[in-house]
């Protein structure tokens, strides 16, 4: 049993990144009103310190400063620190990274940042040093400079703190009102940018850090794009992007997953942290591009990255953790490290020396110097190389990385971050939802039906409200609009999976809470509800960053709904989002990927589907096929059993009187509600939605 020093208030927390904290020498509490009575009272300014479970510089600076005693001291006898787990908070996060900006500093976590007791930013940056380095001062500096400047110039701190204030009001919430309706300029300006950033050899986009950041929002955008123009050069990106990160060291080669980001534009030495977020995306990327291609490596890929998730990222009940840690015993991706001699070690001669030429493992390890984990060629030259076809090259790297992966799972994982938040868990249970309906693969579906299940059942109160997380058998945290927005789309994933109606009954539910709590009629939809706690601002976020925005979900899923007829004023609803970001859309394009994939759905006149039959006979799956299988970013679709038209039509209006014709399986093709001649047959399908 483990004997600690220091114990705080963040002891009682279930949060894995406070509970990292709980041991530490400073009196962190966490967020709440007791922190500000405590800072009123004693007069001092708060230390925010923002992070999360798995961030590696969140780590250094805790082992540098916040477990330095002498510091601590200090730091607990001039301020009231407060941790914050961003991810349980994106409220608090969101309005202190705005304040970071609205200083000129470039954001990042952790996040420290000094406010007053009315909860008023005044300064901070992200990762402090020890000592000054960096070009950084160091922290104890930063604290000293701070509470000198509290006890001898207050009216400096406040007149900073009321500046910087009246700032952030006046950008919370966008405004626009009365801009006309949008139309493809965003859509093709967006493309234009994402082309001049595009790095030809590499895949992926060029940005201002070293850093390059898996981008599927913007990649999904550009594949609508090619859809409707049949603009090559928009797919090239993409598949060029895609192959490039899943042969390079972003991705694990041997257990599956994509990390948070690489440090290099090649791809290759990666920040090891692995997200659902990142994860998730991947695979609705992964899964679009194989409907287009038909290249069977993103089916691959994408199988790959779901059996990941499933194996390392799944709770007993079903549920999916957030992340794991980059760091294993203290060193950032020694989990992940190999040398040649290890390899050829346990893999012997032959396969070892096969193992490291495809994935380039050299004398100094696979993340070392030159050494980096990216294919040198395609599988037929390595094939070639070693004088064997390219299948029983497969064959032997199968068992290779089996071998290896054993080897692997007995070194010291990294942290599991295993507490449970619904917009992630959303964005998984449509990233199986659509797998399951693309390959036609009934364990997808049940793992997307059993995630869906524990969500609803574990996380809302007694009073329906949706919540944020749970961890350890607690529920807490009112959920935001990204979590409602996203679990109304992740329903619908599972309607046009299961075709099961409780699945659609579910998402009009929560778009009824979304409109109930979210609802701004002068502009777009609030990131907090109107039960929430009243914090400095309260915002209206559209910038799609790890994830889509709430506001983008938002407007797809009204927009599904709409085109599945229900009320028009869903449409009106998405159309508000759209005008209200509508500088950002033209202007910003790349930053908003999700939010323009919506108004692409919005402006493609979207068709709906309805197919009337018997589930399990053949000319009926043939038809289904046809809309699962394929690239149809722009349709809706419904499935009606035979003799329940009425029943599903009280649920989803667009079944109404769509009966199969001459009992024989029947495809409807509407547009508006107004439908086509029905059709029996995959051709006539297909000529009707092209």
């Known amino acids: 049993m483990t004997v600690y020093s220091f114990s705080n208030k963040l002891i009682q927390e279930k949060s894995p990144y406070l509970l990292q904290h709980a041991h530490n020498p400073v009196d962190w509490h966490p967020w709440g009103k007791e922190a500000f009575q405590k800072a009123a009272e004693e007069d001092k300014l708060l230390l925010v310190s923002i992070g999360y479970a798995t961030c590696h510089w969140c780590h250094v600076m805790e082992r540098e400063s916040f477990e330095d005693q002498e510091l601590a001291a200090f730091l607990n006898a001039h301020f009231v620190p407060v941790k914050v787990d961003r991810e349980e908070r994106p409220d608090v996060d969101k309005i202190h990274m705005d304040a970071l900006h609205a200083l000129g500093q470039q954001g990042g976590w952790p996040l420290n940042m000094f406010v007053t007791p009315e909860g008023k930013p005044v300064s901070g940056g992200t990762y402090f040093p020890p000592r000054t380095m960096y070009g950084r001062k160091s922290f104890r500096e930063i604290l000293e400079n701070l509470a000198l400047i509290w006890k001898d110039d207050r009216k400096k701190i406040y007149s900073i703190a009321n500046e910087l204030t ?105 920040h090891f942290e692995k997200m659902l977020y990142d994860n998730s995306l991947f695979v609705w990327a992964l899964l679009e591009t194989f409907q287009i291609t038909k290249n069977t490596l993103y089916e691959t890929a994408a199988r790959d990255v779901l059996n990941y998730v499933a194996r390392d990222m799944t709770s007993p009940e079903g549920a999916f953790f957030s992340a794991e840690d980059a760091d294993s015993e203290g060193i950032e991706g020694k989990f992940y490290v190999w040398t040649k001699a290890e390899v050829l070690e346990i893999l012997g001669a032959e396969s070892g020396e096969l193992a490291c030429f495809f994935w380039n493992i050299t004398e100094q390890g696979n993340f070392e110097g030159n050494s980096i984990p990216n294919r040198p060629c395609s599988d037929e030259a390595v094939a070639g190389q070693f004088r064997i076809t390219p299948e029983e090259m497969r064959t032997k790297l199968r068992t290779a990385r089996k071998n290896l992966m054993t080897v692997r799972s007995k070194r010291i994982r990294p942290l599991l971050d295993d507490k449970v938040l619904t917009s992630w868990n959303a964005l998984m ?73 409780v699945w659609f009954l579910k998402a009009v539910k929560l778009s009824n809470e979304i409109n109930r709590l979210f609802r701004n009629d002068d502009g777009p939809y609030y990131d907090t509800g109107n039960d929430g ?69 919005s402006l493609s006149g979207v068709k709906e589907v309805v197919i009337s039959g018997r589930r399990g006979e053949s000319k009926t799956e043939l038809l289904l096929a046809e809309l ?41 093709v509407c547009q508006n509600q107004t439908c086509q001649i029905p059709v029996h047959s995959v051709d006539e399908l297909r000529e009707l939605l092209t």
């Open 166 to 270: 009246s700032h952030l009001k006046k950008k919370a919430v966008p405004t626009v009102a009365g801009l006309s309706k949008l139309n493809w300029k965003a859509e093709e300006h967006t493309v234009t940018q994402f082309r001049e950033s595009f790095d030809s050899r590499n895949g992926g986009f060029n940005q201002q850090s070293q850093n390059k950041f898996p981008p599927s929002m913007g990649l999904m955008l550009l594949l609508r794009h090619y859809k409707r123009t049949g603009d090559t050069h928009s797919l090239e990106m993409v598949e060029k992007t895609l192959q490039k990160m899943f042969a390079g060291g972003i991705y694990d080669q041997l257990g599956g997953g994509l990390s948070r980001y690489s440090t290099d534009y090649e791809w290759l030495v990666p």
């Open 628 to 668: 699962r299988r394929e690239y149809h970013p722009n349709i809706v679709v419904s499935f009606v059993e035979k003799g329940e038209c009425s029943k599903t039509g009280k649920i989803i209006p667009l079944v109404l009187g769509r009966e199969m014709v001459n009992d024989s399986a029947t495809a409807y």
């Open 429 to 501: 249970i449509s990233a199986f939802a659509r797998a399951s309906r693309v390959f036609n693969d009934p364990e997808f579906e049940k793992m997307a039906t059993r995630a869906a299940d524990f969500i609803f059942n574990n996380l809302f109160d007694d009073s329906g409200r949706l919540l944020r997380r749970w961890r350890d058998g607690e529920a807490r945290f009112h959920a935001y609009l990204c979590d409602y927005s996203q679990l109304t789309v992740a329903c619908l994933d599972l309607y046009e999976s299961t075709y099961d109606p």
């Open 533 to 601: 706690e009243v914090l400095l601002t309260r915002n209206a976020e559209g910038y799609d960053g790890v994830e889509p925005s709430g506001n983008s979900s938002v407007a797809y899923a009204f927009l599904k709904l709409r085109a599945y007829g229900l009320a028009p004023q869903y449409f009106e609803d998405a159309q508000r989002i759209f005008r209200n970001f509508a500088p950002y859309l033209e202007q910003a394009g790349v930053s908003f990927s999700a939010m323009l994939s919506g108004l692409h759905f």
